[in-house]
Each structure stands twice: as C-alpha cells, then as structure tokens.
C-alpha cells in the first residue's frame, strides 16, 4: 500500500538526524549576540518533529556550564510536538545553562554525545532571541531546511460569504502551498467588502513572518474576531502575499473555483 510522503515526515522517528545549513545564524542574548555562526546544523532528536539549531560550541559567545536542574523527562513514547520543552532530551548528552550578559537561561544548551555531532551544542530557540538567519529575522521557532512554502499568482475566483452575505470575492488571489498545510488563498485588500478591524492577536510563523488578525462586521452587525489574517511585511518565502487578506474557513465560508 502506497503511503503519502507527509506520513513518513511527519512520523515518529527514532534516529538522531541532522542537516547543516549553511546560511548564517545569529542569536541575541542580555542585550548582545551570544552566537554567530555560518556552521549552524538543524539537528532532531528522535521523535521530535521540530528540529532545533545546533552551532559549533567555539561560534557561542557564552559561558556554558553544566545544568542545575536537568529539567523533566520526555514522555516515553509518541512524537514529541512543540508543547515538550527543549530540556527533554531523547539522546544522550549533556545539558548547559547558557549565561550571558547577566542573564542566565538554564538548560538552554545541549552537549550531544554522537560522534557525529562532535564540537557542537543545541541551543533552545525559545531562551535566545532575537534570531537571524542571514539579515532576517527566524521568528516562531527554528526553520526546517526541507519545509517548502510556495506564494503563487492565480486565476481561480475566491468567494467569501457568512450566512449567504457576501465578505469577498476575488479572481486574483495569491495562493500559499506550505508543506503538510492546506491550501490557503490570499485576497487583494481591495476585494473585500466586509469592514475589517484589527485584532490584538499575533502569531508567528518562521517561513511567514508575524501575522496581523482582523475581526469582521457585517452589514447586519455581526461581528466575528479573529476571522482572516494578513502578513503586512511577510518574509521572502511569501512576500507576494503582503497585505492580501486569508480568511479563517472555520469562521465563514471560503469557496474556490477554477476559472476560464
């Protein structure tokens, strides 16, 4: 039986894997850069989904030190989300508490054993920050070298309506492919015709950027928070997207037909 490649990505592994990068990764801490490296390696420790960076323990500008408290242990079995801190550790190593200009983040470094991953250290992606990778800014958590996210121009006619009224309506959305992610279809501001008001909510996405929420009113008073989102200075990945508007299709009802 054929199995979908998403599966394969997405499934418990329980191998130690890794895949340099290349690009220039910087890291800021207590005011500073606490590493700059272009030897940064994507490590995932089995079963996490996640990868995190890991950088040549000579590119950390911080004093590492064995952890106090070695945090808890990882749930036994199952794959292991973004919910299990950094400090579960499923390979054998050593964890640091990572300090710098005065500030200390325990359990923030990690000391793989393998062999293979000799000189280097994992570093928690939530205890630094900001991050770049070359010039832009890495928000959300660490980039996966083999996540693809494709922003396209298309002919299809998007029709966005709530209870039979009309929000929006556009044949010349920008359509986003991300990697083991449903279609979404970016609509020009123009075409939106609901009033849009925005939300406090922000979310970030590391191939995307940080994203504006919008809640909606109809022409009845109707109002709906949270109910499209737009990436007002996107990263490249998505950049044809700026300020078009995606609408949450648990909220209202996005329809997508082809066109002539």
């Keep these: 039986m054929a199995m979908r490649q998403q599966q394969v990505l997405g499934g418990a592994i329980d191998a130690l894997r890794f895949e340099p990068l290349g690009k220039r990764v910087r890291a800021a801490l207590g005011g500073g ?8 390696v994507a490590v995932w420790e089995p079963r996490r989904f996640l990868c995190q960076y890991a950088v040549p323990e000579e590119d950390v500008r911080a004093d590492l030190a064995p ?29 640091l508490d990572l300090s710098a200009g005065g500030v200390v983040r325990p359990g923030a470094a990690f000391r793989p054993d393998d062999e293979d991953l000799a000189g280097l ?37 998007v029709r966005v309506t709530l209870d039979g009224e009309l929000l929006a309506e556009s044949t010349e959305p920008v359509a986003v492919f991300e990697a ?32 504006t929420y919008w809640s909606l009113r109809t022409s ?20 044809l997207a ?19």
């Excluded at 009845?220 to 950049?239: F, K, N």
């Design 242 to 260: 700026a300020g078009h508007v995606c609408f949450d299709d648990t909220l209202v009802t996005v329809e997508v037909d082809a066109t002539d």
């Design 180 to 211: 083991q992610l449903p279609p979404r279809f970016y609509l020009p501001r123009e075409d939106v015709v609901a009033a849009l008001h925005v939300s406090s909510t922000k979310t970030a996405c590391p191939y995307k950027g940080w994203s």
């Design 121 to 157: 250290v994992l570093v928690d992606f939530d205890a630094l920050g900001p991050w770049w990778h070359e010039e832009e800014e890495n928000v959300g958590h660490p980039r996966d070298p083999f996540h693809r996210v494709d922003a396209l121009p298309s002919a299809r006619r």
């Design 33 to 40: 850069v606490v590493l700059d490296t272009t030897r940064a």
């Design 220 to 239: 009845s008073g109707r109002v709906v928070e949270d109910a499209a989102w737009s990436y007002e200075e996107p990263l490249h990945d998505v950049l």
């Design 67 to 95: 952890a106090r408290d070695l945090g808890d242990a990882a749930p036994a079995d199952g794959m292991l989300g973004p919910d299990v801190p950094f400090a579960a550790h499923t390979t054998a190593g050593t964890a």
